[in-house]
């Protein structure tokens, strides 16, 4: 499970001076359970996402990813998730099986565990036709499909997905939220920000609205429904980030 | 940190690279194709053009031809010059149709004959280079008549010729053949191969850095366990390969198109012999580790700190020119090791790299400047190790 414990990101622009990307943040995601993460774009929701994969350090507070701290554990943390965001692209060079052994390489599998899991996800994800293809040489859905592939190579518990969907066309968006289903069912626990309310009101068991790096409101849809007295989740999240977004 | 890691960034970076077809061309293709395109392309344009100017026929226009019969008639059968008559001689000179005008003073033939001296006048254009030549010729043939003239007047007087020459001056080079052979590549090979370790290993830095930033796939990298340290070790050992890599193949170009060359040299009467003592060579390498490790390490600090292929570019192509002018220090004469240079990066290797072809090995040198190079490497592979923990330096915005 995640939990954080008043995280928080600070970084220093020349214009704009001291920027609280993450503010004191305090979230709790369990095994089993799809926890949302909904916030405009700059809302900090990826910062959130880089603090936990351990890629940036926090400036202050700390978090606890199944068990192991962010700060004094970092690389046992980085092997108990699965992370994919847009910023996480594949190498062009590289083979769709060549990439998934090298990163399960790195996470420490040996050679017959490796030829076992990408057999099986290159089934389950109906990659074999090009299993042997360069990345640059594949197509932007099979290339998802080998993101995916390399993000549970390893078999993680936790899985941290920034925006999966962003600017993917509907078919393999929704072999993403399939995905993400299937792995609700293995009792993982993941965690998946969005701008997408639908996508959020379809697949959550938890929301957290973020916004200017602070945690808004937090809990199940109909917990956030009878805080805010609206039914909608975009009227939910109008609401809680502020009608001065608006037109 | 785990050796395991390294190893498995380490292949996975190198077999990357050998698939990128810029990193292919500088760092194998380039090295191969340069030095005999440089030596067999320059020596010969030199042999063709020696032989075409001693060809060359030279039109010249001559002023009072007559004042100097023999001269003149001297002149006529000579192949290298076409006496033309061409009245403004200056004009002609000036327009190219002519390469040097002469003129015999009218007295000539009779102060020749009393033992006097005439005058001759040779017009040319020194800026001109077919006429400078030309010029050059005629002194030569007027040296030549002058001599006889002169063996002439002794003999009448009855002087033994040596009485001009009470000092005979005979000059011997001692230095053996093949060090005249070594010499060439002393002054070249620690220059070209110096700059050649670096360009290298330059694309390969950038893909790896600033590129793996453009791309999207250096975050992919580190949400994986391996550690920064890892990666950084990985990164590093490939970059270095490529350098050494590089350094290798220079050298073995260098050498074989080195050796090959020297015949076409022995045509043009240097004499030199060409050979390179396999020691010499395995110096070295032994010397060109520590550089490649730093030249590697510079490159990747630089290069991961740019956001995009682009930036790395123009941040690396200053670094060329600060590399170039110190190792140009094996061409400049006089310039010698000493304890001093000895602490200064490239200009260090470079010298030393010239002693070593020569033949000449001042241990102590060597042994200093592998150790303070090798210091310098390790210091730039500490900082590029700390540029990778740099949150700053790796998502710059």
Redesign the interface.
């Known amino acids: 499970m995640i939990k954080t414990i008043n995280l928080s990101k600070t970084f220093q622009d020349k214009k704009r001076g001291e920027i609280r990307a993450v503010d004191n943040v305090n979230l709790e995601c369990q095994p089993g359970k799809i926890f949302g993460l909904l916030g405009l774009n700059g809302a900090g929701k990826t910062t959130l996402m880089r603090l936990l994969s351990t890629v940036l350090k926090p400036t202050s507070g700390t978090a606890k990813i199944n068990g192991f701290d962010i700060i004094s554990d970092p690389q046992k943390v980085r092997a108990n998730i699965g992370f994919l965001s847009s910023d996480t692209a594949l190498y062009p060079r590289l083979t769709a099986q060549e990439t998934v052994t090298y990163f399960a390489r790195l996470n420490g599998l040996d050679e017959d565990l490796i030829q076992q899991r990408t057999d099986e996800l290159f089934r389950i994800f109906n990659m074999e036709s090009f299993r042997d293809r360069r990345v640059d040489k594949l197509s932007s859905g099979m290339k998802q499909k080998v993101s995916l592939a390399r993000t549970i190579i390893h078999n993680p518990k936790i899985l941290i997905l920034d925006e999966p969907t962003l600017g993917l066309d509907v078919i393999t968006s929704r072999n993403i939220i399939q995905f993400i289903r299937k792995a609700k069912e293995e009792d993982k626990c993941v965690l998946f920000s969005t701008h997408i309310m639908y996508e959020a009101e379809k697949l959550c068991d938890e929301i957290a609205v973020i916004h200017q790096g602070k945690i808004l409101a937090v809990g199940t849809l109909e917990k956030l429904r009878d805080t805010v007295r609206l039914k909608n989740l975009d009227e939910i999240f109008v609401k809680l980030v502020g009608e001065e977004h608006e037109f | 940190m785990n050796s395991k890691?390294v190893k498995?960034?380490y292949f996975?970076e190198m077999?990357?690279m050998l698939?990128?077809r810029r990193t292919l061309i500088s760092m194998i293709l380039v090295p191969i194709l340069l030095f005999p395109i440089l030596i067999f392309g320059m020596s010969s344009l030199m042999i063709k053009m020696t032989k075409q100017a001693a060809k060359r026929v030279n039109p010249i226009v001559v002023i009072g031809g007559d004042n100097a019969p023999a001269l003149f008639s001297q002149l006529k059968v000579d192949k290298s010059f076409e006496i033309v008559p061409e009245s403004d001689y200056q004009t002609a000179l000036k327009d190219k149709k002519i390469t040097a005008a002469l003129e015999f003073s009218t007295d000539f033939e009779k102060k020749i004959d009393a033992g006097d001296s005439a005058q001759i006048k040779i017009y040319y254009d020194a800026a001109e280079i077919r006429s400078e030549m030309a010029s050059g010729k005629l002194d030569n043939l007027f040296k030549a008549f002058q001599d006889s003239v002169v063996t002439e007047r002794l003999k009448v007087k009855k002087v033994d010729r040596s009485l001009l020459h009470p000092v005979k001056v005979q000059k011997e080079n001692l230095a053996p053949k093949e060090k005249m052979g070594g010499f060439f590549l002393a002054m070249f090979l620690p220059y070209m191969i110096m700059i050649m370790a670096l360009t290298g290993a330059m694309y390969p830095a950038i893909d790896l850095t600033a590129g793996e930033k453009e791309?999207?796939?250096m975050?992919?990298l580190?949400?994986?366990?391996?550690?920064r340290g890892e990666i950084t070790s990985g990164k590093f050992l490939a970059v270095f390969t490529a350098s050494l890599i590089t350094s290798i193949v220079s050298t073995g170009s260098m050498v074989i198109t080195a050796g090959s060359s020297f015949t076409r040299f022995e045509e043009m009467g240097k004499g030199a012999v060409f050979s390179v003592n396999p020691l010499s060579i395995l110096i070295l390498f032994l010397l060109m580790i520590p550089y490649c490790c730093l030249a590697s390490s510079i490159l990747l600090s630089l290069s991961l700190f740019a956001k995009s292929y682009k930036e790395a570019q123009s941040y690396l192509s200053p670094l060329l020119i600060v590399i170039i002018l110190p190792a140009m220090v094996s061409f400049l004469p006089g310039f010698e090791l000493s304890a001093r240079l000895a602490f200064i990066p490239v200009i260090n290797t470079s010298l030393v790299l010239k002693e070593v072809l020569l033949g000449t090995y001042h241990w102590g040198f060597i042994g200093l400047i592998f150790l303070s190079t090798t210091i310098y490497a390790l210091i730039a592979i500490f900082i590029t190790r700390r540029l990778f923990e740099r949150?700053q330096v790796?998502?710059r915005t």
């Open positions: 890691k498995i960034i996975k077999k990357d698939r990128d791309r999207g796939t975050e992919t580190l949400v994986s366990p391996a550690s949150e790796l998502f």
